[in-house]
């Protein structure tokens, strides 16, 4: 079946910087996106989710863009920290099947 | 109250044993889940409960038996398991209906088979 995927599986990123990581994924009909984070020996933690009408939406320190043309996801991380190290999956839902469906996840490495 | 609270946090047991994953949620979540994840990859859905009643099997092998005795707890029942099973085994929840909202999951089982 149709399933979220990502670009780049390791990504490493100074202190301060800012860090992109991106999903693309193919099913059309997926109306509903999520980002987690996962770190070391512990489940996965809520970072931000969007709804498919929108196109972007801002938390704290984290923004996530939606291009439903392209299909494609992204969570951008501003003023990266070490303890933004861990793996993040994107994931999404459709309304034919309603449950997450995960990405394959991007560990995302700060180098102090 | 924002936790998903997993029991054992480490199981071992052998391929004739018959064991239980326990999860439990006290959010007033009407959906919850149960994941499977192998090392360094994403989690995979095996189940999903709506209001205590199996929405999603996806095509687990029968030798994994889910159970939702009420909307705050969910089992994992475990008999004549392969290696192969060893995993991090997930329990999250939301609010109904599922994949809808945010998924609360909780910290894992890790099981390993001997």
């Known amino acids: 079946g149709e399933s979220v995927g990502l670009h780049l599986p390791t990504l490493s990123v100074q202190e301060g910087d800012n860090s992109i990581i991106n999903c693309a994924y193919s099913n059309s009909a997926s109306d509903y996106f999520i980002w987690y984070k996962q770190e070391s020996g512990k489940g996965p933690q809520f970072i931000i989710d969007i709804r498919s009408n929108m196109d972007k939406r801002q938390g704290q320190r984290v923004t996530v863009l939606l291009n439903k043309t392209v299909k494609h996801l992204s969570l951008q991380i501003a003023a990266t920290q070490p303890g933004d190290s861990a793996v993040y999956f994107c994931?999404?839902?459709?309304?034919?099947?309603?449950?997450?469906?995960f990405g394959s996840g991007t560990r995302l490495q700060v180098q102090p | 109250d924002t936790e998903v609270t997993q029991t054992p946090k480490h199981l071992v047991m052998g391929m004739t044993n018959k064991k239980s994953l326990k999860c439990e949620q006290h959010?007033?979540?009407?959906?919850m889940y149960w994941y499977k994840q192998k090392a360094k990859k994403p989690p995979e859905l095996m189940f999903v409960y709506s209001y205590e009643k199996l929405s999603i099997n996806e095509s687990v092998p029968s030798r994994f038996s889910p159970e939702c005795p009420n909307s705050s707890l969910l089992n994992l029942h475990l008999h004549a398991l392969q290696p192969e099973d060893s995993a991090l085994y997930l329990c999250?929840?939301?609010?109904?209906?599922?994949?809808?909202?945010?998924?609360?999951f909780g910290q894992g089982t890790r099981l390993t088979v001997v």
């Open positions: 994931a999404d839902s459709d309304t034919g099947r309603r449950a997450l469906t």
């Open positions: 999250a929840s939301s609010q109904d209906p599922p994949g809808n909202t945010e998924a609360f």
């Open positions: 959010m007033g979540h009407r959906a």
